[in-house]
Nanobody, 130 residues
């Protein structure tokens, strides 16, 4: 049973930092990869932010967050974190943790296509004010 629970969201000013955490119960051993997505105000689809492969720890990032965000995986504690620096107002969104089971067919993890991820958390809200 995979359960994903996000925490760490909040309100910060432009240039600030936040660290999101996802408690990924049952996910780190059964998943090919774990990712963070976000859905901004008025957006219909979540946008892929970052993904990490569970086997070798390889990471991929959306261009909009490269060099500012860092995803990390703690296999022992079953958590996947997203450290966000130099936050901008356009980073304001609900942030979701997602997991893709091993053997799942479809787009590869690194493409960050929402449909490729079967399990989702409830989200944690991030607001960045100017």
């Amino acid at each position: 049973q995979v359960q994903l629970v996000e925490s760490g969201g909040g309100s910060v000013q432009t240039g600030g930092s936040l660290k999101l955490s996802c408690a990924a119960s049952g996910a780190t051993s059964s998943s090919a990869c774990l990712a963070w997505f976000r859905q901004g105000p008025g957006k219909e689809r979540p946008e892929g932010v970052a993904v990490i492969y569970t086997t070798y720890g390889r990471t991929y990032y959306a261009d909009s967050v490269k060099a500012r965000f860092t995803i990390s995986l703690d296999i022992v504690n079953n958590t996947v974190d997203l450290k966000m620096n130099s936050l901008k107002p356009e980073d304001t969104a609900m942030y979701f943790c997602a997991a893709r089971p091993k053997g799942h067919l479809g787009s590869p993890c690194y493409t960050l296509v929402p449909e490729a991820f079967s399990y989702w958390g409830q989200g944690t809200r991030v607001t960045v004010s100017s």
